[in-house]
T-cell receptor
Framework: NAGVTQTPKFQVLKTGQSMTLQCAQD?????MSWYRQDPGMGLRLIHY???????DQGEVPNGYNVSRSTTEDFPLRLLSAAPSQTSVYFC????????????FGSGTRLTVV | DAKTTQPTSMDCAEGRAANLPCNHS???????VYWYRQIHSQGPQYIIH???NNETNEMASLIITEDRKSSTLILPHATLRDTAVYYC????????FGAGTRLTVKP
């Protein structure tokens, strides 16, 4: 099992550009989520999904879109990158939302200039 | 949402038990307590969780007080590799991470 795989590991964008952060898991987990972590701070939930075809917003959803067409994949799209979106992005997955611990990916370090 | 309070930082000697406290005085009866850790800039790692009873796994033990208003994560024999930020989370629909406790294990 590869666990949770995030690509790319590093990315530099110019303000206004769009891009997609990829997240894939091979554990047949129903629940997947995206967090961002700003320097020296805890993680904040962006979007989450409880299964294929179902997504919902977290704490800080503005400027991001998600979709869940398969159980394995949960991409995060930045529509028009802003310097405030400079952060480390983590994807997580779990068997379900409440009763199991989350498995996290290794993160994508995004800089918007 | 039930909030948690953790010390900002703690030190522990290598080989000794590390006891990390967490206060969650507003916890509701059906809310789980979760612990994660984050080593340097890696993704968080799940450690353990519990509802009412004490729990133990290969990584740690979780002691929850009878009134459930506080808990303690115990790493029985801390090593240098246990140096990390430890997050105590009360689960209520979302896994929300606060600032955590920065544990430094010293030789």
């Amino acid at each position: 099992n590869a666990g949770v795989t995030q690509t790319p590991k590093f990315q530099v964008l110019k303000t206004g550009q769009s891009m997609t952060l990829q997240c894939a898991q091979d554990m047949n987990h129903e629940y997947m989520s995206w967090y961002r972590q700003d320097p020296g701070m805890g993680l904040r939930l962006i979007h989450y999904s409880v299964g294929a075809g179902i997504t919902d917003q977290g704490e800080v959803p503005n400027g991001y879109n998600v979709s869940r067409s398969t159980t394995e994949d949960f991409p995060l799209r930045l529509l028009s990158a802003a310097p405030s979106q400079t952060s480390v992005y983590f994807c997580a997955s779990s068997y379900d939302r409440k009763n199991y611990g989350y498995t996290f990916g290794s993160g994508t370090r995004l800089t918007v200039v | 949402d039930a909030k948690t309070t953790q010390p900002t930082s703690m030190d522990c000697a290598e080989g000794r038990a590390a006891n990390l406290p967490c206060n969650h005085s507003t916890i509701s009866g059906n809310e789980y307590v979760y612990w994660y850790r984050q080593i340097h800039s890696q993704g968080p790692q799940y450690i353990i969780h519990g509802l009412k009873n004490n729990e133990t796994n290969e990584m740690a033990s979780l002691i929850i007080t009878e009134d459930r208003k506080s808990s303690t994560l115990i790493l029985p024999h801390a090593t240098l590799r246990d140096t990390a930020v430890y997050y105590c989370i009360v689960y209520n629909n979302d896994m929300r991470f606060g600032a955590g406790t920065r544990l430094t294990v010293k030789p």
